[in-house]
């Protein structure tokens, strides 16, 4: 009577257990993970940027960094669980401010001139993490970009003693003899992210780009080059299929 018993227990414990490994294979098989696949996001940009320029042959002139927002639009591929490659699409601002005298991209004489310009930005990004659910990046790469938009708006000094000083707000007018649209350089980036309900990551990172292409042509002799280099922090959301 005890052996029918037993085999009886037996039977049962082996299916109970059959049934758990069976519960926990599915649910591992049907889980999101956090380390492979795409991830789609967007991201908010805010950057501080510098024209790094030679000024030493102007007198009374000089250069100092301008801020700006933007956003982008992301995709991360994830290889292997420290490694993945990011890319995306940005409206990126690279403003900067100019102190000093006469302008001639704006063909008036300025105390201060504030020069608002808007890039299209395309990263390409390999991404190295360690952690978990709470991870550290380090990324590096380079992007290439087009000068979209530009706007100057200033202070102008009187021409004549009997002019008064005054605002100016006017677009920025291209001039392809002189203007070099075309941008592209070095990016390199500190993030950290967080994962929640297992498909959002949060993220809060610090960039450095940096230009590798002047932002104007050799259109006269004399020309010192000029390169825009920006520090961005974006704050950002990504979801993971």
């Given at each position: 009577?005890?052996?029918?018993?037993?085999?009886?227990?037996?039977?049962?414990?082996?299916?109970?257990?059959?049934?758990?490994?069976?519960?926990?294979?599915?649910a591992?098989?049907?889980?999101p993970?956090?380390?492979?696949?795409?991830?789609?996001?967007?991201?908010?940009?805010y950057?501080?940027?510098?024209?790094?320029?030679?000024?030493?042959?102007?007198?009374?002139v000089?250069?100092?960094a301008?801020?700006?927002?933007?956003?982008?639009?992301?995709?991360?591929?994830?290889?292997?669980?420290?490694?993945?490659?990011?890319?995306?699409?940005?409206?990126m601002?690279?403003?900067?401010?100019?102190?000093?005298?006469?302008?001639?991209?704006?063909?008036?004489?300025?105390?201060?001139?504030?020069?608002?310009?808007?890039?299209?930005?395309?990263?390409v990004?390999?991404?190295?993490?360690?952690?978990?659910?709470?991870?550290?990046?380090?990324?590096?790469?380079?992007?290439?970009?087009?000068?979209l938009?530009?706007?100057?708006?200033?202070?102008?000094?009187?021409?004549?003693?009997?002019?008064?000083?005054?605002?100016?707000?006017?677009?920025?007018?291209?001039?392809?003899?002189?203007?070099?649209?075309?941008?592209?350089?070095?990016?390199?980036?500190?993030?950290?992210?967080?994962?929640?309900?297992?498909?959002?990551?949060?993220?809060?990172?610090?960039?450095?780009?940096?230009?590798?292409?002047?932002?104007?042509?050799?259109?006269?002799?004399?020309?010192?080059?000029?390169?825009?280099?920006?520090?961005?922090?974006?704050?950002?959301?990504?979801?993971?299929?």
């Open positions: 009577m005890k052996k029918p018993i037993l085999l009886l227990i037996l039977l049962a414990t082996m299916a109970s257990a059959s049934a758990q490994v069976s519960s926990e294979t599915e591992i098989q049907t889980a993970t956090s380390l492979s696949g795409w991830s789609f996001g967007v991201q908010a940009l950057s501080i940027n510098v024209l790094e320029a030679n000024v030493a042959y102007q007198e009374n000089r250069y100092v301008g801020d700006g927002l933007g956003f982008s639009l992301n995709a991360t591929y994830n290889v292997q669980p420290w490694l993945a490659f990011l890319g995306a699409i940005e409206a601002p690279k403003n900067y401010v100019r102190y000093g005298a006469y302008d001639a991209t704006t063909n008036v004489a300025g105390l201060m001139t504030q020069a608002k310009n808007m890039y299209l930005n395309i990263p990004v390999a991404d190295f993490s360690i952690g978990g659910k709470l991870r550290f990046h380090a990324r590096l790469g380079g992007y290439m970009g087009y000068w938009t530009g706007r100057r708006q200033g202070i102008s000094i009187p021409l004549t003693s009997v002019d008064p000083i005054s605002e100016f707000d006017v677009p920025y007018e291209f001039d392809s003899r002189r203007d070099n649209r075309f941008d592209a350089g070095i990016t390199s980036a500190l993030a950290f992210s967080a994962l929640c309900f297992n498909r959002i990551d949060l993220e809060l990172a610090l960039r450095l780009d940096y230009s590798l292409t002047d932002v104007q042509k050799q259109y006269t002799k004399y020309i010192h080059p000029r390169y825009n280099t920006t520090v961005l922090l974006t704050l950002g959301a990504a979801y993971k299929f």
